[in-house]
């Protein structure tokens, strides 16, 4: 991976209060059935581990869970968040690089392809890492087609398409989700099969705020790579985030983040 990607890619120190609110059941809930107990699992660029958590419940005490993440200190958070879970093991590792013993049964990884310039080669690696018979399960977004309506604030909409820009510039793939059938089959994968697996967030859902507010993290969070970057001023980054909170205060009705599951079999 270029520098520039890798640099990109890192998460933000400090709050990780958006990885921390998604669970199995609400942010990979296609996967589900394809959970048995006793399965041994790698949960790639797994954060703090909250999904995974929901993956070690799912194949019990009898299975085993291995999350890795490129990121220490979101580990850290994770190996304290969920101590109590024995099937359930967090490490710092790059998904280029880890290469353990034992194969798997199921290798997921959710949101993470979008962040690398080079997709293709970490499912290539990935997929040296599963059993015969193993599966290969990646949920990944479409940023090009996220919804928001009514539109957002012409401040933010200006953010986002920096963000996409800075993105593209690092050699990120914006629409990640549709490309991965291609790649799938060009890494002769079998039974592919694609889920659709969009965040639709009404006012009416419980949690509305906190996740159309995933722009204002972002640009709270990421926004001062992107000024570093020279893709937005500071000044547009703050009237940004102010304008889109109003925004989620008062106009906001809905927000479709538009993602697929790409699953298969080697
Ligand atoms: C958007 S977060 C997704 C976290 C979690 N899977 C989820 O869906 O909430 C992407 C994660 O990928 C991790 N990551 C990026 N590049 C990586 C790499 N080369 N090896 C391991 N983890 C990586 C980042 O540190 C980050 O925690």
């Known amino acids: ?40 699992v790698l949960d790639v660029g797994c954060g703090t581990g909250a999904i995974s958590a929901g993956i070690a419940a799912a194949v019990g005490t009898a299975g085993t869970v291995i999350g890795i993440d ?16 024995p099937q359930l093991t967090l490490l710092t590792a790059d998904l280029f690089t880890y290469d353990p013993e034992e194969k798997f049964d199921l290798i997921v990884a959710a949101r ?27 949920l990944d977004y479409n940023h090009t087609q996220l919804e928001w309506t009514p539109a957002p604030p012409a401040a933010m909409q200006h953010f986002y398409d920096a963000f996409l820009r800075w993105r593209a510039d690092a050699g990120m793939d914006n629409d990640m989700a549709d490309h991965l059938p291609d790649i799938f089959s060009q890494l002769e994968l079998h039974h ?30 990421r926004g001062p790579q992107m000024v570093a970057a020279g893709v937005v001023t500071e000044a547009e980054r703050l009237a940004a985030i102010t304008a889109y909170d109003a925004w989620i205060n008062t106009a906001a009705e809905k927000m479709v983040m538009k993602l697929k599951e790409v699953r298969a079999t080697v």
């Open 192 to 221: 592919i099969e694609t889920l659709s697996a969009d965040e639709v967030y009404t006012r009416s859902h419980p949690a509305f705020a906190e996740k159309v507010g995933i722009w204002s993290k972002v640009a709270e969070l």
């Open 112 to 138: 993470v392809l979008q962040w690398l310039n080079n997709p293709a080669e970490a499912l290539r690696h990935l997929k040296s890492l599963l059993r015969p018979g193993g599966i290969l399960s990646i």
């Open 1 to 40: 991976m270029s520098n520039t990607a890798t640099e990109r890619a890192r998460m933000p120190e400090g709050d990780s209060s958006v990885l921390d609110s998604r669970s199995l059941a609400n942010s990979y809930a296609t996967l589900i059935p394809v959970l048995r107990e006793g399965m041994r």
């Open 70 to 85: 490129s990121s220490t200190h979101l580990i850290a958070k994770g190996q304290q968040d969920h101590a109590a879970v």
